[in-house]
Every structure is written in structure tokens, then in C-alpha cells.
């Protein structure tokens, strides 16, 4: 029998998580597996209105319910203003989390996306995740997930592109991943804009096409113990 995994998943934005590695989250969560989610941002009034705010945080609740989540870690960073916090605080709370959670495989955001906060928040678990730390956080796998409507809008210059190492059949499980995503009311979009149901599909279906089978979630390995 597989032994039991902590995995803990990163996302800069509620959202983030469904989109690149929803999937997988519920396949692993089926398999036996504990999940723990560290959400960096949120957002603030004036720039989001109390009421969307709130149901924004409900969102979260009913998404981290849907997933089993074993427990979720909202950071509370300001939602599109990480260029303007220091790193040093970002790793800090990234850090206290693997700290607690001791996390076997660690799902980040990719640093080539266009969303300057996606790009901080994968700078600061890379500098948490360093080699020489793994060990004290038990942690063996680090892998980056593709956000779409970020990940794919990163222009060429920057020299990061998101070229996938590692895939996992999701057959069983996309469906379940789309229904999840229609709980992010204010982040949905409709057909055929990326974060639609349309894209989702057609993107786990060319994922799938590359290991040959119906639908895939892709990663890059970032690093891995053995």
C-alpha cells in the first residue's frame, strides 16, 4: 500500500489551485493522501468591496470543503500589490507553514507567469524550498502547475517558459475538477475565456493527448529527493 503523503499545495490567488493542479488535488485526496493549502493573497477595500470580499472568503471555505482539505493557510498578502511587500515576509509565512505541516510534495505556482504576484510568491517558496532545507521540512517533491490566463499570457522575453516534465492521468477526475471551479463564482469566466469550463477541458485534453490518454495535468519538476 502507497504510504500516506502530506501535500501542500501554493496558490497566489483562491483560484490558482483548481486551475493548475485541481485534478490532481482530488486524485490524491481519493488515494488516501492530506492536503494543505497556503493561499497568499487576499483582497482589500478600497480596490474590492466589503461584500465581494466576503464572498470571496466564502468561496475559499466551500472550495477547501469540496477539495477535504486538511487545513488551509490564508496569508492575508495584499492581492496585486506583492511587489510591494517585502520578500523576506512572504518567505517568512510560506516557511511557518512547511514548518507545521512538514509537507512530503509541494505544488507551486509557476515563476514565468505574467502576474507579477505569481512571479513573488514562487520566489519566496523557491528560497523556503532550498536544498539544504528540504530535509528539515521532510519535503522530497517540488513541482510548479500551469494558471491559465496567467501562465500562458507570459510573454516570450521573459525566458521562463512553462515546459512540463512530469503528467498525471485525470481521467476520473477532471469533471469533478470543473464543478469545483464553477464554486469560484467571482473568479469564473465564461466560454471561451480561460478560466472557462471550455479552456479547462480543451487544456487537460491536449495535456492528456501528450502521454496518450484522455485527460493530464502537467507540472515541471523543480526539484526531487530520492
Known amino acids: 500500500m502507497e504510504a500516506r503523503l502530506k501535500i501542500l499545495v501554493i496558490s497566489c ?24 493549502w497556503v493561499i497568499a493573497t487576499q483582497g482589500y477595500e478600497p480596490s ?8 470571496k472568503s466564502r468561496e475559499v471555505e466551500h472550495v477547501a470543503v469540496a477539495y477535504g482539505v486538511e487545513r488551509f493557510f490564508p496569508l492575508r498578502f495584499p492581492a496585486g500589490g506583492l511587489e510591494r511587500v517585502p520578500i523576506e515576509s512572504v518567505m517568512r509565512g510560506i516557511g511557518q507553514v512547511a514548518a507545521a505541516v512538514k509537507p512530503d510534495t509541494v505544488y507551486i505556482i509557476h515563476g514565468g507567469d505574467v502576474h507579477s504576484d505569481h512571479q ?10 532550498k536544498p539544504f532545507h528540504m530535509s528539515g ?6 513541482l510548479c502547475y500551469e494558471t491559465l490566463s496567467s501562465t500562458e499570457c507570459a510573454p516570450s522575453t521573459t525566458g521562463v517558459p512553462f515546459v512540463p516534465t512530469v503528467f498525471n492521468d485525470v481521467t476520473a477526475y477532471l469533471d469533478r475538477k470543473i464543478e469545483i471551479m464553477m464554486l469560484y463564482e467571482t473568479e469564473l469566466q465564461p466560454d471561451p475565456l480561460p478560466r472557462g469550463p471550455s479552456a479547462i477541458r480543451a487544456l487537460a ?5 501528450t502521454i496518450g490518454v484522455e485527460f493530464a495535468e502537467a507540472f515541471v519538476l523543480l526539484r526531487e529527493v530520492i
Open 13 to 36: 490567488h483562491p483560484d490558482d489551485e483548481t486551475l493548475g493542479c485541481g485534478a490532481t488535488l482530488i486524485k490524491a485526496r481519493e488515494n488516501g493522501h492530506s492536503i494543505f
Open 48 to 55: 474590492w468591496s466589503f461584500e465581494l470580499i466576503e464572498k
Open 120 to 129: 513573488a510568491v514562487f520566489q519566496a517558496a523557491m528560497s523556503v524550498f
Open 137 to 142: 521540512f521532510n519535503t522530497k517533491k517540488l
Open 205 to 209: 485534453r491536449f495535456r492528456g493527448s
